[in-house]
């Protein structure tokens, strides 16, 4: 198996280093990841500014870009074979709920399935690597079970997998989740900069609103691993024929 793997940490972040060190024992790994941390990214692309790819001692490639930079760069040139399969991660902290739409993480594993590579982004509940090696551990093992199960042929997929910070032997079973919801973030938060103007930084993201049975966060609450089967298309299909009938009303000079 060959596999690309990416992340929006960073090159030097420990996920990725861990991951790498777990996938490896089993696959052929390529690494090419962001020079900095890029989280929060989701599916950026550079376009107006040049890319360098650099090679570091332990031979992982890194890129002056974003996530999906990196994904789209491998694929569309810098690699000479196409991987069987696109990771990302680990990263350092959740992407459950409406994260999924900001994430780096997310976003590097969607660009390949975007390519029509099956695709998985790994996610760390806890921020600051706590059992990294146990989560890499289990990422791998998900990773050599669905490759040996499904690379074969089908249609691309996109899973994304949020990893409790548990020793290994406490880790529950994977459960397959719909996305949660969470409040809308904190407050912006303002401060001086040194030269009298207002900073802003963007404030944290809220707490999770809908944690309910059958969510990303309810499963990871429980211990268990939770693996989210994404898509795409962002189509409201069930607004289709409302939209279609109300545009006609409102064509036909109608008041609603
Ligand atoms: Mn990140």
Not at 32 to 47: D, G, I, W
Not at 212 to 224: I, K, L, M, R
Not at 248 to 256: E, F, I, P, R, T
């Amino acid at each position: 198996m060959k596999i690309l793997l990416c992340n929006d940490d960073g090159f030097q972040a420990q996920g990725i280093v861990a991951l790498h060190d777990a996938l490896r024992t089993f696959a052929e790994v390529e690494v090419v990841a962001p020079e900095h941390n890029n989280s929060a990214k989701s599916n950026a692309l550079t376009l107006h500014s040049p890319l360098y790819v650099h090679r570091a001692a332990n031979g992982f490639r890194y890129v002056n870009g974003t996530p999906a930079d990196c994904v789209h760069i491998a694929l569309t040139g810098l690699l000479d074979y196409r991987p069987d399969l696109v990771v990302s991660g680990i990263n350092n902290g959740a992407n459950m709920g409406d994260d999924t739409i900001y994430s780096g993480t997310v976003g590097a594993a969607m660009e390949g399935y975007l390519f029509g590579i099956p695709a998985i982004a790994f996610s760390q509940i806890d921020k600051g690597w706590a059992h990294i090696d146990a989560c890499a551990a289990v990422a791998a093992d998900l990773v050599r079970r669905i490759g040996a199960h499904q690379l074969e042929g089908g249609r691309p997929w996109l899973l994304n997998v949020n990893i409790p910070n548990l020793p290994v032997d406490q880790v529950k079973p994977p459960k397959v989740c719909r996305l949660g919801r969470r409040h809308a973030a904190e407050k912006v938060i303002t401060m001086p900069s040194p030269r009298g103007d207002t900073m802003y930084w963007i404030g944290g993201a809220g707490a999770a609103l809908d944690a309910s049975e059958g969510t990303d966060f309810h499963a990871t609450a429980q211990g268990h691993v939770a693996i989210t089967p994404l898509k795409v298309d962002l189509t409201d299909h069930d607004a289709l024929a409302y939209w279609a009938q109300g545009l006609n009303h409102m064509l036909a000079g109608g008041q609603g």
